[in-house]
């Protein structure tokens, strides 16, 4: 059974550019949530996906926008890149609602130059 | 708001030593409350949980947790330590809703030989 799937595990994009993150949840899971993990920093709540809506944002800006799709995977957008957007992000799977129960994959490690 | 803090950034243990991480949390309702663990490089494994019921709460990889709501803490314990323990270590309270985690800033333990 596999897990959280996160693709790409590694990138590295531009100032400025803009970058798609994917994730496909566990079998059986039908919400994702997305974090941000900062180097030295525990993990910030982005935004959670569930029946293709977002269902609840962290305090990030609009830059970061997210789709959920008909197979409960969810991609994460991040536009206009800053520096500081550098950062480990880990996408989390549940089931039902309110999900008590999470399952996390390894994350997309992406640095901004 | 809720927060956790976790006021260790790193401590270091002796192999065999027993293991006490600490973790006070904010939160104004009953509070749910995790422990999860990550590896160099890896997503987050969680370690226990608590919702209610009894306080002292056993997880995986011989760890347990007590939930002190006089103290708003949470503290993880091993009585052992291995050198396959030396990880990273996060708090977690989850809100009302179920649907966003706020974690504290983790704890880096180091298992000396």
């Known amino acids: 059974d596999a897990g959280v799937t996160q693709s790409p595990t590694h990138l590295i994009k531009t100032r400025g550019q803009q970058v798609t993150l994917r994730c496909s949840p566990k079998?059986?899971?039908?919400?994702v949530s997305w974090y941000q993990q900062a180097l030295g920093q525990g993990p910030q709540f982005i935004f959670q996906y569930y029946e293709e809506e977002e269902r609840q944002r962290g305090n990030f800006p609009d830059r970061f926008s997210g789709h959920q799709f008909p197979n409960y995977s969810s991609e994460l957008n991040v536009n206009a890149l800053l520096l500081g957007d550098s950062a480990l992000y880990l996408c989390?799977?549940?089931?039902?609602?309110?999900?008590?129960?999470?399952?996390f994959g390894s994350g997309t490690r992406l640095t901004v130059v | 708001a809720q927060s956790v803090t976790q006021p260790d950034i790193h401590i270091t243990v002796s192999e065999g030593a027993s293991l006490e991480l600490r973790c006070n949390y904010s939160?104004?309702?009953?509070?749910?409350l995790f422990w999860y663990v990550q590896s160099p490089g890896q997503g987050l494994q969680l370690l226990l949980k608590y919702f209610s019921g009894d306080t002292l709460v056993q997880g995986i990889k011989g760890f347990e947790a007590e939930f002190k709501r006089s103290q708003s803490s949470f503290n993880l314990r091993k009585p052992s330590v291995h050198w396959s323990d030396a990880a990273e270590y996060f708090c977690?309270?989850?809100?009302?809703?179920?649907?966003?985690?706020?974690f504290g800033g983790g704890t880096r333990l180091m298992v000396k030989p």
């Open positions: 939160y104004g309702a009953t509070p749910y």
């Open positions: 079998s059986g899971h039908d919400t």
């Open positions: 977690a309270v989850l809100n009302n809703a179920g649907n966003m985690l706020t």
């Open positions: 989390a799977s549940s089931r039902g609602q309110p999900p008590y129960g999470y399952t």
